[in-house]
């Protein structure tokens, strides 16, 4: 968490609070010392302890080449994610209603990544970025041509220009053959069906996830 007063990193104290009466939140700059109370009743309940620290941050990106590798820390557990997003900031049902697009946007890429794992059977997926460049799904498997997907968690079926804006993210794969996949909330036009059709583009939507 961030300090409001000097944007410094903060104590979580939510966890292991010794002191009923201390602070949730305590920066750990001593020359601001900035503190912070929640309410009552807006912590989340603990989970259970796992053997393995899965319910944190995750870092990481899928590599192509070794000086590929970058790192980004996000959370993993959608209840945090959701907790810090809404629950803490206060927001009112009417805004958490109208945020809630953007929230599901990440769980659905995650639905498709483990999609493209299990059942486009490549052995590695996952997202990739390098200085402002992003790819939402990347896969490689032994046999195959890298998988670029591109992943829309929108109200409104998939046109042509998302596959046009996918063909531009072919910069990393210029001397290799790339199989090009879109994942869809609501569909796909029918000219976007003809084109895939034709192209040879895997179109994969909800049902067909659900479907699994």
């Not at 393995?52 to 590798?69: D, H, P, Q, V, Y």
């Not at 090009?180 to 036009?189: I, N, P, V």
Request: proline share 5%.
């Amino acid at each position: 968490m961030e300090c409001e007063k000097c944007q410094g990193d903060m104590w979580d104290n939510t966890t292991n609070k010794r002191n009923p009466k201390g602070p949730d939140y305590k920066c750990k700059n001593k020359g601001c010392n900035h503190a912070v109370w929640l309410p009552k009743g807006t912590l989340p309940p603990k989970q259970p302890e796992k053997k393995e620290r899965n319910n944190g941050a995750e870092i990481g990106a899928i590599a192509l080449t070794k000086s590929m590798l970058e790192g980004q820390y996000f959370l993993k557990d959608n209840f945090y994610r959701f907790w810090f997003m809404m629950v803490y900031h206060r927001k009112s049902l009417e805004r958490i209603r109208s945020e809630l697009d953007p929230f599901y946007g990440p769980v659905f890429e995650d639905l498709c990544i483990q999609y493209t794992r299990q059942h486009l059977e490549y052995e590695r997926a996952g997202r990739w970025w390098k200085r402002g460049n992003e790819i939402d799904i990347i896969g490689m498997g032994k046999g195959k041509p890298p998988l670029i997907g591109e992943c829309k968690w929108s109200r409104n079926k998939i046109d042509v220009d998302v596959y046009n804006h996918l063909l531009s993210k072919k910069k990393p794969f210029t001397d290799k053959e790339v199989k090009y996949c879109l994942f869809s909330r609501k569909g796909f036009t029918k000219r976007l069906r003809s084109i895939a059709a034709r192209e040879d583009v895997l179109l994969v939507d909800l049902k067909d996830i659900c479907k699994g």
